[in-house]
């Protein structure tokens, strides 16, 4: 069994979502990627939280060949693939239907920075992506979702802000490994609730200022980074 060490991370990331709220039934997936040799593990399609096994996840190369596994992959493995391809420092990418990033997503609104539990994870704004033509729809529907998150991110770091919904659909988030990709989704479902929240109280709100925004993002993330231990 190849990349036995990825896998069980990969495993451990997606039973992660039931665990966090994050999905019901088998909904939503998670993968990661070995860049030294090109390959994905990602969740098999409909498979229950609850009996699946590390063994279960199937192995892809970048071009979607199955190179491990039995079982068909996810059906969102296209759009994974794509954001592996075209975003070279991702190593684990997380998909749900979590409810208040959701609820956003089919809005087809942003997540705006009100505050700074936002601003300690998420480099500004959470985008949301166009919504879908309907010839994207009906051709390569899951490589075409990929396509339209990376026009979105034309201009922005998605390390910066490693979350996007995907209008009318729901979130993604990725990270430098599964774990961390999963992890982004919990805060990005948080961020959520706390944004609609806030709107409902106040509906003129405005966003978080700059010198704020800055401050707590890069005293975590930055260069000069001082939270946390080293």
């Given at each position: 069994?190849?990349?036995?060490?990825?896998?069980?991370?990969?495993?451990?990331?997606?039973?992660?979502?039931?665990?966090?709220?994050?999905?019901?039934?088998?909904?939503?997936?998670?993968?990661?990627?070995?860049?030294?040799?090109?390959?994905?593990?990602?969740?098999?399609?409909?498979?229950?939280?609850?009996?699946?096994?590390?063994?279960?996840?199937?192995?892809?190369?970048?071009?979607?060949?199955?190179?491990?596994?039995?079982?068909?992959?996810?059906?969102?493995?296209?759009?994974?693939?794509?954001?592996?391809?075209?975003?070279?420092?991702?190593?684990?990418?997380?998909?749900?239907?979590?409810?208040?990033?959701?609820?956003?997503?089919?809005?087809c609104r942003e997540i705006p920075c009100f505050g700074t539990t936002h601003a300690d994870?998420?480099?500004?704004?959470?985008?949301?992506?166009?919504?879908?033509?309907?010839?994207?729809?009906?051709?390569?529907?899951?490589?075409?979702?990929?396509?339209?998150?990376?026009?979105?991110?034309?201009?922005?770091?998605?390390?910066?802000?490693?979350?996007?919904?995907?209008?009318?659909?729901?979130?993604?988030?990725?990270?430098?490994?599964?774990?961390?990709?999963?992890?982004?989704?919990?805060?990005?479902?948080?961020?959520?609730?706390?944004?609609?929240?806030?709107?409902?109280?106040?509906?003129?709100?405005?966003?978080?200022?700059?010198?704020?925004?800055?401050?707590?993002?890069?005293?975590?993330?930055?260069?000069?980074?001082?939270?946390?231990?080293?």
């Amino acid at each position: 069994m190849m990349l036995k060490e990825l896998r069980e991370q990969v495993w451990q990331a997606n039973l992660q979502l039931k665990i966090q709220n994050l999905v019901i039934y088998s909904w939503g997936n998670v993968s990661g990627i070995d860049r030294a040799k090109g390959i994905v593990l990602i969740k098999p399609s409909g498979v229950d939280y609850d009996a699946l096994r590390p063994e279960d996840l199937v192995a892809l190369d970048l071009e979607g060949r199955v190179v491990e596994g039995t079982l068909r992959p996810s059906s969102d493995t296209p759009t994974h693939l794509e954001l592996y391809r075209r975003f070279e420092k991702v190593g684990g990418i997380c998909h749900t239907h979590s409810l208040y990033a959701t609820i956003w997503a089919q809005a087809c609104r942003e997540i705006p920075c009100f505050g700074t539990t936002h601003a300690d994870n998420f480099y500004g704004p959470v985008p949301v992506t166009d919504p879908m033509q309907p010839e994207e729809i009906e051709g390569d529907y899951e490589l075409n979702t990929g396509k339209v998150i990376v026009r979105r991110f034309a201009g922005l770091d998605p390390m910066q802000v490693p979350a996007v919904l995907v209008a009318n659909h729901g979130p993604f988030t990725w990270g430098p490994n599964a774990e961390k990709a999963v992890e982004n989704a919990v805060v990005l479902e948080q961020c959520a609730q706390m944004a609609l929240g806030t709107l409902q109280l106040n509906p003129e709100q405005p966003e978080i200022s700059r010198v704020l925004l800055d401050k707590h993002y890069l005293r975590k993330h930055g260069k000069n980074a001082y939270y946390g231990q080293k």
